[in-house]
């Protein structure tokens, strides 16, 4: 259990049962630093390419969405309907994030009929 987005105070209580797994304290700190759970549209916890989902499967890092919340990478690009049209697709290298904190697509899906804002 942690404080998310705790500002100038953050806590985080870990259970004993939990703190053998390094996933828990992934997961505690990023609640301490503003992120959610990893859901899926059934599940609280179901995006298991993320700490903040399921716990304790293996150490790994925060999904690309958590890390450009965190600020820690910049989209290489921004692809919608003006530069990516149904049915069209794109070849676009990503580096890794070790190399380059330029290392994610960002996607705004503006050809649905559901327009998302961010």
Request: with cysteine; net charge neutral; proline share 8%.
């Amino acid at each position: 259990l942690a404080t998310v987005g705790c500002g100038t105070t953050c806590y985080t209580w870990i259970r004993g049962s939990q703190g053998t797994f390094l996933d828990t304290y992934q997961h505690e700190l990023g609640h301490n630093m503003g992120l959610q759970h990893a859901s899926t549209p059934t599940q609280e916890y179901g995006d298991r390419s993320s700490p903040m989902g399921f716990c304790c499967d293996s150490p790994r890092c925060y999904n690309a969405p958590e890390q450009w919340q965190l600020g820690w990478t910049v989209p290489i690009t921004t692809l919608n309907a003006k530069n990516l049209p149904a049915g069209t697709w794109v070849n676009t290298p990503i580096p890794t994030l070790l190399n380059s904190n330029t290392s994610v697509l960002k996607v705004i899906p503006t050809w649905t009929a559901r327009q998302f804002v961010p």
